[in-house]
């Protein structure tokens, strides 16, 4: 379940319906409304040279530093450090927990 393939194609796939990613619950348990979140985690290891070196340009150009972003010849920050996980999850469960303890949960379960 590409979230790009998700959004290109206009809704998800029955083939890709599973529990909810926080609860273990159906995506729709909690009957009306029929909403629920389709979120997807990846990691990302971030490129400390690059930015410090964008950094740099922007100090050198002090107020015009907008064009930093147009003259730098860095257009990446970071790398991605894990696949993309997709996940599914109902629309109550985002007040029980916080995103980094859903990645933690997701990481547990594939090791």
Do not use: W
């Not at 730098?72 to 109902?90: E, G, K, N």
């Amino acid at each position: 379940m590409n979230g790009a393939d998700r959004t290109a194609k206009g809704g998800l796939r029955l083939d890709d319906v599973k529990p909810c990613a926080v609860c273990g619950e159906g995506i729709l348990h909690g009957g009306v409304p029929v909403f629920f979140r389709a979120v997807g985690l990846e990691y990302h290891v971030a490129n400390a040279q690059a930015i410090q070196q964008h950094a740099g340009l922007e100090q050198m150009l002090g107020e015009a530093a907008p064009l930093a972003r147009i003259l730098s010849p860095i257009d990446t920050i970071s790398a991605v450090a894990s696949r993309q996980v997709d996940l599914l999850v109902c629309l109550d469960c985002p007040t029980r927990t916080t995103v980094a303890e859903l990645a933690e949960e997701v990481a547990n379960r594939e090791t």
